[in-house]
C-alpha cells in the first residue's frame, strides 16, 4: 500500500544522483522529473544512477540491491492493495534480526508483469490487518508470523515466533486463533507444535526443543518452566526448575552463551543461587541436539543425588 509522500526537494548544486544516494525510497519516473527534469531523470536512468527494479519503481543504483529499497518499491508497484508479508514483515516487525534475500507480499487481485526473483507474490481474498512501520506497510504482528514461519529456515523459526510472543505485539492465544482462521498456513502443524511448547513456558528454540525431544517423558514432569526465584537481592529467572530437590536446570545457547563475559555472569550468577540451597546444572547446545539420552541420564543422576542430600539433611521427627 503506498501512501503520499512529499518529494523531496534537491539543495542548491545537488544533483539528481546526489540525491538518489541519500535515500533507500522508491520513486516513479514521474516522480524523478518533478525533482530535477524529465531529460535529468531519463540521463539518470541511463547512467545507473537510477535503477528500474520494478514497473514505474525506480532507486539508487548504490542501492538497488538493497531490501529498503526493495521493499519500499516493492509497495510503490503493488499500489493501494500491496501490504508486506512473511519474512519481510518479520523484519520490519523487528522478529528477525537480518533481513530476507526474498520480498512477500500479499495482494488481493493479480498484476500481470513478470517479477524479478527476489519478489514473492501472495493473492489472498480476504483482508488481514496491515500497520505502517518505518513507512512500510506490512500485515499485522500474528499475520506476519503465522504467514512468515514456514517460509523461514527451519533453524529460524523457533526463533521469530518466540521474539514475537517477548514483544508483547502478539501472544500465543491471538497467533493460535490467527492460525485457525487464516487459510493455507504454510507449515501449520510445525507452528501449532511451536505455540505449544511457547504456551508451556519455552522462551527460545533451545526450551522448545528440550521440552519436545529431550526432557519429554514422565519423570521430568516435576521440572517448572521460567521459574522466578530471589536470591542475593536479585530475581533469576531459570529455565527448569525442580523444587523438591533445588535443582536448576539451564540450557545454554551458543548464541547468549558462548563469549567469556556471559559466562562469567553465569558463574556468578550460579553462586548467588548456591546461597539458597539451589544447585544449577548447565547443558550446551551441542549436547541437547546431539546427546540427547545423555543429558537426560545427567539430570536424572543429579535429581537422585540431591533427593538423598535432601533425605540425608531432613529433620528428625
Given at each position: 500500500?503506498t501512501?503520499l509522500?512529499?518529494?523531496?526537494t534537491?539543495a542548491?548544486?545537488?544533483?539528481?544522483?546526489?540525491?538518489?544516494?541519500?535515500t533507500?525510497r522508491a520513486?516513479?519516473?514521474?516522480?524523478?522529473?518533478?525533482?530535477?527534469s524529465?531529460?535529468?531523470?531519463?540521463?539518470?536512468?541511463e547512467?545507473?544512477?537510477?535503477?528500474?527494479?520494478?514497473?514505474d519503481a525506480?532507486?539508487?543504483?548504490?542501492?538497488?540491491?538493497?531490501?529498503?529499497?526493495?521493499?519500499?518499491?516493492?509497495?510503490?508497484?503493488?499500489?493501494?492493495n500491496?501490504?508486506?508479508?512473511?519474512?519481510?514483515?518479520?523484519?520490519?516487525w523487528g522478529?528477525?534480526?537480518?533481513?530476507?534475500?526474498?520480498?512477500?507480499?500479499?495482494?488481493?487481485?493479480?498484476?500481470?508483469?513478470q517479477?524479478?526473483?527476489?519478489l514473492?507474490?501472495?493473492?489472498?481474498?480476504?483482508?488481514p490487518p496491515?500497520?505502517?512501520l518505518?513507512?512500510?506497510?506490512?500485515?499485522g504482528?500474528?499475520h506476519?508470523v503465522?504467514l512468515?514461519?514456514?517460509?523461514l529456515?527451519?533453524?529460524?523459526r523457533?526463533?521469530?515466533?518466540?521474539a514475537a510472543?517477548?514483544s508483547g505485539?502478539?501472544?500465543?492465544?491471538q497467533?493460535?486463533?490467527?492460525?485457525?482462521?487464516v487459510?493455507?498456513?504454510?507449515?501449520?502443524?510445525?507452528?501449532?507444535?511451536?505455540?505449544?511448547?511457547?504456551?508451556?513456558?519455552a522462551e527460545s528454540?533451545?526450551?522448545?526443543?528440550?521440552a519436545?525431544?529431550?526432557?519429554n517423558?514422565?519423570?521430568?514432569?516435576?521440572?517448572?518452566?521460567?521459574h522466578?526465584?530471589?536470591?542475593?537481592?536479585?530475581?533469576?529467572?531459570?529455565?527448569?526448575f525442580?523444587?523438591?530437590?533445588l535443582?536448576?536446570v539451564e540450557l545454554?545457547?551458543e548464541?547468549?552463551?558462548?563469549?567469556p563475559d556471559?559466562?562469567?555472569r553465569?558463574l556468578r550468577?550460579?553462586?548467588?543461587?548456591?546461597?539458597?540451597?539451589?544447585?544449577a546444572?548447565?547443558?550446551?547446545?551441542?549436547?541437547?541436539?546431539?546427546?540427547?539420552?545423555?543429558?537426560r541420564?545427567?539430570?536424572?543422576g543429579v535429581?537422585v543425588?540431591?533427593?538423598?542430600?535432601?533425605?540425608?539433611n531432613?529433620?528428625?521427627l
Amino acid at each position: 500500500m503506498t501512501h503520499l509522500r512529499a518529494v523531496p526537494t534537491l539543495a542548491p548544486e545537488e544533483t539528481l544522483a546526489d540525491a538518489l544516494r541519500r535515500t533507500t525510497r522508491a520513486f516513479t519516473l514521474a516522480e524523478l522529473a518533478s525533482m530535477a527534469s524529465a531529460r535529468k531523470a531519463r540521463t539518470a536512468v541511463e547512467n545507473g544512477h537510477a535503477v528500474r527494479v520494478l514497473p514505474d519503481a525506480y532507486v539508487a543504483g548504490i542501492h538497488a540491491e538493497s531490501f529498503a529499497a526493495r521493499a519500499d518499491a516493492a509497495l510503490l508497484w503493488s499500489g493501494l492493495n500491496g501490504a508486506l508479508s512473511g519474512p519481510a514483515a518479520l523484519y520490519v516487525w523487528g522478529f528477525l534480526a537480518e533481513p530476507p534475500e526474498m520480498i512477500d507480499l500479499v495482494m488481493p487481485q493479480p498484476l500481470h508483469h513478470q517479477i524479478p526473483r527476489w519478489l514473492r507474490i501472495r493473492r489472498i481474498s480476504w483482508q488481514p490487518p496491515l500497520a505502517r512501520l518505518r513507512t512500510m506497510t506490512v500485515v499485522g504482528a500474528s499475520h506476519a508470523v503465522v504467514l512468515g514461519y514456514g517460509l523461514l529456515a527451519a533453524r529460524d523459526r523457533s526463533t521469530a515466533v518466540h521474539a514475537a510472543i517477548a514483544s508483547g505485539m502478539t501472544s500465543v492465544d491471538q497467533l493460535l486463533d490467527t492460525v485457525a482462521a487464516v487459510p493455507r498456513v504454510p507449515s501449520r502443524r510445525a507452528l501449532v507444535r511451536t505455540l505449544e511448547a511457547a504456551a508451556l513456558g519455552a522462551e527460545s528454540y533451545l526450551e522448545e526443543h528440550s521440552a519436545r525431544k529431550v526432557f519429554n517423558t514422565g519423570e521430568f514432569a516435576r521440572f517448572i518452566r521460567q521459574h522466578r526465584v530471589l536470591a542475593e537481592g536479585r530475581t533469576h529467572r531459570l529455565d527448569m526448575f525442580d523444587p523438591s530437590t533445588l535443582t536448576n536446570v539451564e540450557l545454554d545457547s551458543e548464541e547468549h552463551h558462548g563469549n567469556p563475559d556471559q559466562r562469567r555472569r553465569d558463574l556468578r550468577r550460579d553462586a548467588r543461587l548456591a546461597t539458597v540451597g539451589i544447585q544449577a546444572v548447565r547443558l550446551d547446545y551441542r549436547d541437547l541436539t546431539e546427546r540427547p539420552e545423555w543429558c537426560r541420564a545427567l539430570v536424572r543422576g543429579v535429581l537422585v543425588a540431591r533427593e538423598r542430600h535432601v533425605g540425608d539433611n531432613a529433620l528428625p521427627l
